[in-house]
C-alpha cells in the first residue's frame, strides 16, 4: 500500500512508473494494491500511477483540483474510485486500460466543461468505449 505523506503539492508524471519517468523509485508493479492521497496534493500527473496491475482502490481526498491524462491508465484490476467535488480539470483517458467493470463515482451531479470529453473512455477489444458515472454525494 502506498499512502502519499501529508505536505505533499503534486505528484509528477510517471511518478510511480519507472519505465516512464527514469527518477521513479523502482516499483514492483505487483504489490502496490491501494493508494491514498492526502488532502495536500493538488494535482495528479500523466502516467503518475500507469500499469500498477494489483492496484484495486483509490483513495482521493478534497483538495485535488487536477487529474492529468492517463494518470491511472492500465490499472486493470482498479475497481471503484470517487472523484472529489474539488477537482476541476481531468484530463483525456485517465483510466484508459482499465476494467469495464470500473466504477467511476463522482461527488459532483454535473460535469464540469473543464473535464476533457474522453476523460472517462477506456479501452475494451481496441474500441473506445465510456464508463458509466454515478454520483455520490457524501
Avoid at 483538495?63 to 476541476?88: D, H, Q, R, W
Wanted: charged share 10%; with cysteine; glycine share 6%.
Amino acid at each position: 500500500d502506498i499512502v502519499i505523506p501529508d505536505g505533499i503539492k503534486g505528484i509528477a508524471a510517471g511518478a510511480f512508473n519507472e519505465n516512464i519517468n527514469p527518477f521513479a523509485p523502482p516499483v514492483n508493479h505487483n504489490y502496490i494494491t491501494s493508494i491514498i492521497v492526502p488532502s495536500s496534493v493538488k494535482y495528479i500527473g500523466e502516467y503518475a500511477f500507469s500499469s500498477q496491475i494489483n492496484l484495486t482502490s483509490v483513495t482521493l481526498s478534497e483538495g485535488l483540483t487536477k487529474i492529468e491524462g492517463n494518470a491511472f491508465y492500465n490499472c486493470s484490476k482498479l475497481s471503484t474510485i470517487i472523484i472529489p467535488l474539488s477537482v476541476i480539470d481531468m484530463g483525456a483517458h485517465v483510466f484508459f486500460g482499465s476494467s469495464p467493470q470500473l466504477q467511476v463515482k463522482v461527488r459532483s451531479a454535473v460535469i464540469p466543461n473543464t473535464w476533457h470529453m474522453y476523460f472517462n473512455y477506456i479501452d475494451v477489444n481496441n474500441n473506445r468505449v465510456q464508463i458509466t458515472l454515478n454520483y455520490q454525494d457524501n
